[in-house]
């Protein structure tokens, strides 16, 4: 498939949390996307963070374009059907199958997981041949990058298209091996849990952390205000995927309910906004 017939791909999305949504928002701004939600409740969050991210995204992005279902059905005409649930294996394996129950023979189908074995994704749509990850990175309408990655069984003609959709997307696809955490993750999350550590160990407020790392290395954001923005729930499931050894301080506030951005509380609290203030929680 060329790069300009994937600017006709029907995409849908199936979930409704940051990159779901970060996802759709990207796509509206060339297409209309249908976006799967479990709920009624979470339908009505999705419209609104929808709108939000669409907002903040600029370029195009047209919430109106985006359709929000609780019937999975509504994805049946889809050519790409993007699986982007919670990071947690079974969880994922099971609406893949059930994505492959009413996608089109021919359909693409996607994950966007960022470290789960891709062979045991891949044999959950019982497709292999036209599996693909596509591993975006959030805030999705402003992060160029996307990690494709694909299992022995893909076709050329799949991984052409994951490629051209990724264009098409206005995005910089790179392909990378299926090993764990791909290379982003994989080189990014023994240095965000190195912070952590540091922080247990010297009693440094995160902040001054954070501007150690944006100011003497450079890093756009620091690592705990980065780890907040990636939510600590989904670190968690990360560097378990990853082996590595989570620190205690992240188990511990995720215990309490503090996820980061999303949640409003984390290594920091956060503005309404979802701006971080300068005051640590204390966790």
Not at 183 to 194: A, E, M, Q, T, W
Request: proline share 6%; with cysteine; glycine share 10%.
């Amino acid at each position: 498939m060329t790069v300009q017939s994937a600017r006709d791909e029907r995409l849908a999305v199936a979930g409704c949390g940051a990159i779901g949504c970060g996802l759709a928002a990207t796509a509206s701004r060339t297409r209309p996307v249908v976006l799967w939600a479990r709920s009624a409740r979470s339908a009505d969050r999705a419209r609104a963070r929808v709108e939000a991210v669409c907002e903040r995204a600029g370029e195009g992005a047209d919430p109106s374009r985006v359709a929000v279902a609780t019937d999975i059905d509504a994805l049946a005409d889809a050519t790409v059907v993007v699986e982007a649930v919670i990071e947690v294996l079974e969880t994922k394996r099971a609406v893949l199958g059930a994505l492959t129950g009413v996608a089109a023979a021919d359909a693409l189908l996607a994950t966007t997981t960022s470290s789960l074995p891709l062979g045991a994704l891949a044999a959950a749509t019982g497709a292999p041949e036209r599996f693909a990850a596509l591993h975006v990175f959030n805030p999705v309408p402003k992060m160029e990058l996307v990690e494709l990655a694909f299992p022995p069984e893909a076709t050329e003609a799949t991984r052409e298209r994951a490629r051209g959709l990724c264009e098409a997307l206005g995005k910089v696809a790179i392909e990378v091996p299926d090993v764990p955490g791909f290379v982003v993750n994989r080189l990014l999350f023994p240095y965000l849990f190195g912070a952590v550590e540091l922080l247990e160990a010297t009693g440094l407020e995160p902040d001054a952390i954070d501007a150690c790392m944006t100011l003497g290395a450079g890093h756009p954001m620091g690592p705990l205000a980065l780890l907040d923005l990636v939510g600590l729930d989904v670190a968690i499931a990360i560097g378990e995927a990853l082996d590595l050894d989570v620190p205690g301080r992240v188990r511990a506030l995720v215990a309490e309910g503090a996820l980061g951005r999303k949640s409003g509380r984390g290594f920091y609290d956060h503005a309404p906004s979802g701006n971080p203030s300068a005051t640590f929680s204390g966790a």
